[in-house]
């Protein structure tokens, strides 16, 4: 029952996944709040957050009954390290996935309204990304799997910048969207660092827990956060510069 449940849940994470990693690019490229960008933003918030779920589900599947659930020939059916990786790992990288797509997603709904983002569901997730972050560090740590004790450190990141926006108590003009980009960009790499790594599993297993391969999302992610954040910063920056209009009944007079 355990292994068919897995299967389910697998198939569900990859279609709800696969919909989050196309439509993930229209936001990135398109408009700041445009139709395309607002619609089908949401459309992949959305999959973020069902395909976190599905992926707790995986993962607590894969730690009932780990060499059943992944009997790749690469694992050698090492229930140690299925667990790590597959179970304790993917767990911890599904409550992130779901604490960015809803920092983020509440950051942008929010926006001039601050107070609203101190809801108990934040702070929640910021307690259960940093427990399942340590708890995964300690065991990369018990079963030698570098892999685990390096990805651990992206989830402490993760709650120090979202509680220093979440305890601000005046947000500057711009904060929320510098924490809308972050989060969501975040979620983005999450996913597609997930399809990357655990799918190599089975289409390239000799270097499926390979740390090179876990680097190209999070490379490639943080590049995205770090021009559009440069960009809105520049684009504030212009507005503030921008000499205000004459009025000619001043200067008449």
């Known amino acids: 029952?355990?292994?068919?449940?897995f299967h389910i849940l697998v198939w569900c994470h990859i279609v709800t996944g696969a919909i989050g990693i196309v439509a993930f690019w229209v936001p990135v490229t398109s408009q700041r709040g445009g139709t395309w960008h607002v619609r089908i933003g949401r459309i992949?918030?959305?999959?973020?957050?069902?395909?976190?779920?599905?992926?707790i589900g995986i993962s607590t599947t894969t730690l009932l009954a780990p060499v059943a659930t992944h009997p790749d020939p690469a694992l050698k059916g090492d229930a140690e390290l299925i667990r790590g990786i597959f179970g304790w790992m993917m767990q911890y990288l599904a409550i992130l996935t779901i604490n960015l797509a809803w920092f983020g997603w509440q950051a942008a709904i929010?926006?001039?309204?601050?107070?609203?983002?101190?809801?108990?569901?934040?702070?929640l997730l910021q307690i259960l990304v940093t427990v399942t972050a340590a708890h995964c560090l300690i065991r990369g740590i018990m079963i030698g799997q570098i892999l685990m004790v390096a990805i651990s450190f992206v989830g402490f990141a993760t709650v120090a910048t979202n509680m220093w926006f979440l305890l601000k108590e005046k947000p500057g003009f711009f904060d929320w969207q510098l924490e809308h980009i972050k989060a969501l960009v975040g979620a983005g790499i999450s996913v597609y660092t997930a399809f990357l790594a655990f799918g190599a599993v089975r289409l390239m297993p000799?270097?499926?827990?390979?740390?090179?391969?876990?680097?190209?999302?999070?490379?490639?992610?943080?590049?995205?956060?770090i021009y559009n954040q440069r960009m809105v910063r520049k684009r504030y920056s212009r507005a503030s510069t921008k000499p205000e209009p004459i009025d000619k009944r001043q200067v008449t007079s």
Request: glycine share 4%; aromatic share 14%.
């Open 206 to 225: 000799e270097v499926a827990l390979n740390p090179i391969l876990w680097a190209i999302p999070l490379v490639t992610g943080i590049s995205l956060i």
């Open 110 to 123: 929010n926006k001039r309204n601050h107070s609203k983002n101190r809801e108990w569901r934040n702070y």
């Open 1 to 5: 029952m355990t292994v068919q449940l």
């Open 44 to 55: 992949f918030t959305y999959c973020m957050l069902i395909t976190g779920f599905f992926a």
